[in-house]
Every structure is written in C-alpha cells, then in structure tokens.
C-alpha cells in the first residue's frame, strides 16, 4: 500500500512539472505586454522599460521559467499584473467560497444521485425508472449557465424565494459580521454561534449550489443504477435472497457496497471537475471564488495568477484522483493487489 | 475614487455657466505668461484620517505623484516646482506653458491626499485604505465581491439635507443579472443591461435609463506609413465607405453621437464644425480609381480590435461589409487588447493595415488625444495611425501653449481640419454614457470628464 502511495504521488510531482512548464510557455508565447496590464492602459514607454525590468521580463523566457519555479518552490507564486496583490492571498482569499459552493453540490449530488441511482436499479424498466433516467439525463445535459439564469428568473424574480447572488445579504453583513476562521461562511458562523449569518448564508448558497449540483447528481445517478444492475444479478445475492435476507439489507447492505466503488469515482471526479464547471456559475451568482477570480486575470492575461491558479486545479484535480484511488484501494482488495 | 479624494477643482459637466467649479480650492488665478497657477485653499477641510487641508499638503500630494513615476503621473509633468506660498495658498510653477487648470481636475493624477499617507507605498492604498477629503470613505472591502462605504462626519459640505450615510457596491459583471435586481429593487444603480434591454429600458415602470456625453469615442486608425494606406485619397474613399449612423446603432445601441472630428462633442476643443465625412459609396469608389485602384483591393488588408471590447466586436462585421462594397477586402482579427497594441508598437511594416481603438482622454484637454494619437514619434505608443504632419504638431503645441481658450480653440480646429482631411483615422462615434437606475433614486449626474464616476454625495431617494 505504502509504495502504491508513494508512485502515485511521484507521478503527481511530474504531471505538475509538466503543466507547469506548458502553462507558463503558453502564457509567454501568446503576444501581449504584461507590463502594459500590469501599469494600465495609458503606460508611457520608459514606465513599460522599468516595470520590464523590475518584472524580470528583459531576461530570457527559459530563465523567467527558472525564477518562477525557484520562487514556487519557496512557496510564493508572485503577483497579480492587474491588481498588484500576491497571488496566493487571492487564491486564500477566493478559494474558500468555491470549496464552499462545491461541497455543499456534491453533498446534494449524492443525497439525491445514489438513492435515485439505487431505486431504478431495484425497478429497473419499470415507470420510476424511466422518470428517473429523464430526469438525470435532463440533469447532465442542461448547460448549468441556462439552469442558472433559468432559477434566478423563477425563484428569485417570479417567487422571491431565493437571493438572486452573493454570500451574504449585506445587511446581514453589516449586523451580524462572520467571524473570519476558515473563509466557509457556514463553517464559520456555525462555530461562532451567528445563527442569522449562517441562516442567509446557507440561504444564498441553495440556488448556485443546486445549479452546480445537477450535473453531477444525473451521473452520479446513471453511475449508480448501472453498477446496482450487475451487481444485483451476481450470484451472492441470489443466494442472499435464497437464505431469506431482507430485501432492504440486500439493496443497502450487500449491493450498494459492492456498487459503490465506480460510484465513488464518479463523484471524486464530479468534484474536482466541479472547480472549473463553477465558473459560469459564479459569474452568474456573483459569487466571489476562484472562478471570478481567474476569469478577470484570463481576459487580461495575468499571467501570474492564470499560472498560479492553473496549478492548483491540477494539483486538486490529481489529488482527489489519488484520493478516490486510495480509498477504492481499501475498499477493494483487487485494485491493491494489481 | 471620485467619492473619496477630491481634487482642487472640477471640470464642471456640460452646460455650466463656468468651465471649471471649485472644489478643495476656492479661488485660483494664472499669471499672465501662464507659468504661475495659485490655488487659493478651502480652510478647514478634513481628511479621512484626521489630518487637514493646507498648502503643504497640496504640495506633497502632487509630488507623492511625480515621484511615483506611475500610471497617469505624465500629466504632471509641465510642473517645474511646487511652492507653499502660506498655510492656504500654493503656487504651481510650470516650466512651459499649459493649461493647469484641466490638468487639476483630471480624475487620474491630481486627487489630493492627506500628508500622513504621503510616504505610504502604493501597496497600502491596496489593502483598502484611504486618506482622501471626500463624503466617503471605506468601511469594508471584499476582492470581486462587495465594498462598502460610509459617509466621512467630517466632510467639508457637511451632511445637511438628503445624503445617504451608506453605499453598498456589488461588484457584478453579468449584465442580465444587474438588469434583473434593477427590476427587483435590489440595487438601485446599474452601469450594464442587455444591449436589447437598454433599448426599451425606459419603457419599465420601475427605471429608468439617463445618459450623458461621455469624452469617450470610437475611431478606426489606418496604418499610413505602408501600403496601400498610405494613400490619402484611398483613406477619404475608407472615410466615405463607412455607414456611421449604422455602426452608432449596432455597436452602442444608438446611445452616443456620430463623430465629428477626434474630439469629442462636450469636450473643450471641439469643432462641430468640421467636415463631416458620411456615407457616400459613390463618392468612395471615385476617390479608389483616382487613388490608383480602380478594381478594388483584393489582397486583404488586416482589421484588428481589442477582443474583450463588446462595441469593436459588433462592428467589425459591418466595416468588413461596408468596405466590400468599395473593392477594399478586409481580414478581421481578434486579439486581446495589449495584444493589438504591441503589434500596433511592432513598427510600420509589421503593424495591421487598421486598428479600432477606444480613446478617452486623461485630462480634459484635447491637446493629450491630439499630441498621442497622431504626433510624430519616432517608436509610436498610441500613434495607430504612423501619423506624420510637422504642421499639425506645430498647431497643437502652439495651442497647448496658449491659455486664451478662444485662441486656443482656434488653433486646435484649423489642426483638426488638416486631420480631417488627411484622413488617417475614420472618426466612428462619441460615446453616450448609460445609467440605469431605479426611478425612486434622484440627484444623479453624469459628468463627461469624470466618465466612471457616478458622484453619490447628491444622490438620495
């Protein structure tokens, strides 16, 4: 196990290394001055020279690249171009509402995904089934910026059930601040105490949240119900049912356990992709994360904080790959042993 | 920023009995020659952080500035030295010629702060902090999400009357979004819609769309220093080609003006008066065969505009059209602005054949659009067009130099005629600046030189 680990995460270190030099050859070789974004639009040429060189961008790409990756390994991925701030507090800053967002989706992804998921397995070609595989096919296919704007106009506009945007009513902002601990707004005035924060936050969170959920909640559920199938028409649980298990403990116990593995891929998957799939959502909720964050640095190719931003995605795409790996190796001896 | 810092005048907007009202100064006057400007201060102003208004801090303001070497700062570069005549008067001495007083109340270079933040590194501004006099300052700041201010107690003009004590901005970027919380009442001020939506906006019972000049405009710069627009009769033919009116509709709505020569209207400098090119694909395809191509152009000539900018992307189709139907076969690109700009930089050969280009000006002077769009420069930085007339420059550096504005405008129109009718850059249109707000919200005013301001000390419900 140890030494699976371990390749695993030497494989990780390269694929970093690896992105890390495309992303920041690309970012270099597509034109553009980054000491033009970095003085604004109406830079005078000595200004550009001497933002050249306090940026270093006078010297060789090549050598950039190995300044860039002396300055990563002690831990500092630079500045942003456009608003002057080190990238990793916009990173800390941002990132926490985009983990937030995502939790609180893959939470409602399997809630709802798994059990849906496990009943069409059960009453397979039956009505629910088929309500069932509308509905999460509905849920996979319907651009999530359509859903979006689509719930705005009918939960906020004609009901005025939801926010339209944001974390936080500003009042509430105002009245009951959250104590900064985590950046988690529900984490944080849950720990505090702040019953009316973490009420209009949770509350603010339920439409972009659903939003981004609905992908993942279709897959998870097709996942589900393919995998429940075969593992339905194995042989122990033909005997189980031949011994007189209840059917409830053959759905839950037996078949779902054995069912879960590829589900639980699934979701770790749905997961990581879900830090890029909450870009559009958070331009449409206005929610302050990691999306917003690098969609303004990606229309002015800040570079800085694309490369920075990049890496971490990767870095979490790969480790919650490593994760799922881990825990389906413990769940499966089979996977340990290949 | 306009909310917090305060100049020492104002470019008062369009309209205006004077050209300038007082702000931090309350009176000042110019020498005769025009190198001596004294500001003559308000007295008991206030910053934010306690300090208070006087000739020195003025002083060390505007060298804060100068010595920042940043952004805007070239502006300042006509002050010679700074004099702190007494505790409510400072002198500027200039070391040629210029007009101080539209270089006072630009909105970029010449807030004054307090003397307290004078040493403090940009970083420090940053963070969220401030040291400004005006009726508002900072109370949280959220990156991408949210800032909030709260009325200064101790402002200058006092809190009398209807003001609100707070300003909530959200910072949305999807304009259907805005639209809808416009509707709902959830926001009170918008600066986006839907382009349809801002058509029949006025037509909700709710809002309502006011607009104003802006000093902003569009223009089309043709690359004179090659092939084939180097031909000033092939230029006037582009000049004819264009379906203005068209482009004023598809690109911003219909909400601004036909251009009139490169200044735009409202602002000091410009000439109704010049002659107006218009649509005429007759007359354009005589000026082709008179400039030697009878038959069109058939080797395409590359159109490039900033791709982040919405008005350039929905015109480009329509140039690319208008000059089909005069021969002239245009190949459009995209690209990301400072992109476009350093192939504009890259020199003459290697430059598009026409860039579209959003100008506005730093100060409200028209001297800064004219000298850096179309002065002679050896490496150009905003001279698109590789603009060269030696008599144009004299025009313009002569009218700098005069402080007299009727003289003054006299010598910038005679240099826009010869502009005009060198053709080098189609003059599209001057942009209206839309806001969109709730009909319960009054006292807005929209002060072209100050274009991304929406001032909130007079505005109340």
């Known amino acids: 196990m140890a030494l699976f680990i371990i390749k695993r995460i030497g494989w990780l270190a390269f694929v970093l290394l690896g992105l890390c030099v495309i992303t920041f050859t690309l970012s270099r070789v597509v034109p553009g001055d980054p000491a033009a974004v970095y003085l604004g639009s109406r830079a005078k040429p000595e200004q550009l020279e001497a933002v050249r060189l306090k940026l270093g961008l006078d010297k060789p790409v090549p050598l950039q690249f190995a300044f860039y990756l002396r300055d990563l ?41 798994v059990p849906l998921g496990v009943i069409a397995a059960k009453r397979e070609n039956t009505v629910s089934d088929h309500l069932s595989r509308l509905f999460a096919v509905a849920c996979t296919s319907l651009p999530s910026f359509w859903l979006a704007m689509l719930f705005q106009i009918v939960f906020f506009r004609w009901l005025g059930l939801f926010p339209i945007g944001g974390r936080l009513d500003t009042v509430v902002g105002l009245t009951n601040p959250i104590e900064h601990l985590t950046g988690f707004y529900l984490f944080d005035s849950l720990a505090t105490g702040n019953w009316t924060a973490l009420r209009d936050s949770a509350w603010h969170l339920c439409l972009p949240a659903v939003t981004l959920a609905s992908y993942s909640t279709g ?27 209840s059917e409830k403990e053959i759905l839950f116990l037996q078949g779902l356990r054995n069912a879960l593995g590829p589900t639980m891929t699934t979701a770790g998957l749905c997961f990581a992709f879900m830090l890029t799939g909450t870009f559009f959502i958070e ?34 795409y790969v480790s919650v790959n490593l994760v799922v790996d881990i825990l389906i190796a413990l769940v499966d001896p089979r996977v340990r042993l290949k | 920023m306009a909310n917090m810092y305060e100049p020492l005048i104002w470019v008062s907007p369009p309209g205006s009995a004077q050209q300038f009202e007082p702000a931090l100064a309350e009176k000042w006057e110019v020498s005769e020659d025009a190198l001596n400007w004294t500001f003559h201060l308000r007295k008991g102003v206030k910053f934010h952080d306690g300090g208070s208004l006087t000739a020195q801090a003025v002083k060390e303001s505007f060298e804060r500035t100068m010595n920042l070497k940043k952004g805007a700062s070239f502006i300042l570069s006509p002050i010679k030295a700074i004099h702190a005549v007494d505790e409510y008067t400072v002198r500027f001495e200039l070391k040629s010629a210029a007009p101080f007083d539209r270089i006072a109340a630009s909105a970029y270079a010449a807030w004054i702060i307090s003397p307290a933040s004078v040493g403090q590194p940009g970083e420090w501004f940053d963070g969220g902090q401030d040291a400004g006099s005006g009726p508002y300052m900072i109370e949280s700041y959220k990156p991408d999400e949210e800032i909030i201010f709260k009325k200064f107690d101790a402002y200058w003009k006092g809190w009398d009357g209807d003001h609100f004590d707070r300003i909530v901005v959200k910072i949305v970027k999807e304009a259907t979004v805005q639209e809808q919380m416009l509707d709902a009442g959830t926001a009170d001020l918008g600066n986006r819609v839907p382009i349809e939506s801002s058509r029949t906006f006025n037509e909700k019972e709710c809002c309502e769309r006011l607009s104003g000049p802006s000093f902003m405009n569009y223009a089309i710069h043709l690359n004179t220093a090659i092939p084939p627009f180097d031909n000033k009769a ?29 200044v735009p209207f409202g602002q000091f400098g410009h000439d109704e008066n010049l002659h107006q090119y218009k649509q005429d694909p007759a007359k354009a395809k005589e000026l082709m065969a008179q400039a030697g191509f009878k038959d069109g152009i058939k080797e395409p000539v590359i159109f490039t ?50 860039a579209a280009l959003l100008w506005w000006p730093t100060f409200s002077d028209p001297y800064e659009t004219l000298y850096s769009l179309w002065h002679v420069e050896e490496k150009p930085a905003w001279n698109f067009a590789y603009y060269k007339n030696p008599e144009f420059d004299k025009l313009i550096t002569k009218a700098y130099a005069t402080p007299e504005a009727a003289a003054a405008q006299a010598l910038y129109s005679k240099a826009q005629q010869i502009l005009v009718a060198d053709a080098p850059s189609v003059f599209l249109f001057d942009v209206e600046r839309p806001v969109y707000k709730r009909k319960e919200l009054q006292g807005i005013v929209i002060n072209p030189a100050y274009p991304r301001v929406a001032f909130w000390y007079g505005m109340h419900k």
């Open chain 1, 283 to 316: 331009l449409i909720f206005f929610w302050p994360g990691l999306g917003t964050y690098i969609t303004n640095a990606i229309l002015l190719n800040d570079y800085p904080v694309i490369m920075g931003v990049t890496l971490l995605m990767a870095l979490f």
């Open chain 1, 73 to 113: 390994l002690h831990g500092d991925l630079g500045s942003s171009l456009r608003t002057h701030r080190p990238v990793l507090k916009g990173i800390r800053d941002h990132l926490p509402a985009s983990l937030e967002l995502m939790f609180v989706a893959i939470t409602i992804a399997v809630l709802i995904g």
């Open chain 2, 234 to 262: 092939l230029r006037q033919a582009v000049s004819y080609a264009i379906d203005y009116e068209a482009m004023l509709d598809i690109g911003l709505g219909g909400l601004g003006r036909v251009g009139v020569g490169p």
């Open chain 2, 305 to 354: 505009y900033a791709a982040e900018n919405a008005v350039e992307k929905a015109i480009a189709p329509l140039l690319k059209e208008n000059l089909a139907e005069i021969g002239i076969n245009v190949e459009i690109r995209p690209m990301i602005w400072s992109a476009q700009w350093d192939m504009v930089k890259s020199g003459p050969e290697k430059a598009q054949h026409m």
């Open chain 1, 219 to 245: 897959l998870i559920a097709r996942m589900t119900r393919s995998t429940m199938i075969e593992v339905l028409r194995e042989d122990y649980i033909t005997t189980a049912r031949a011994v007189g298990v």
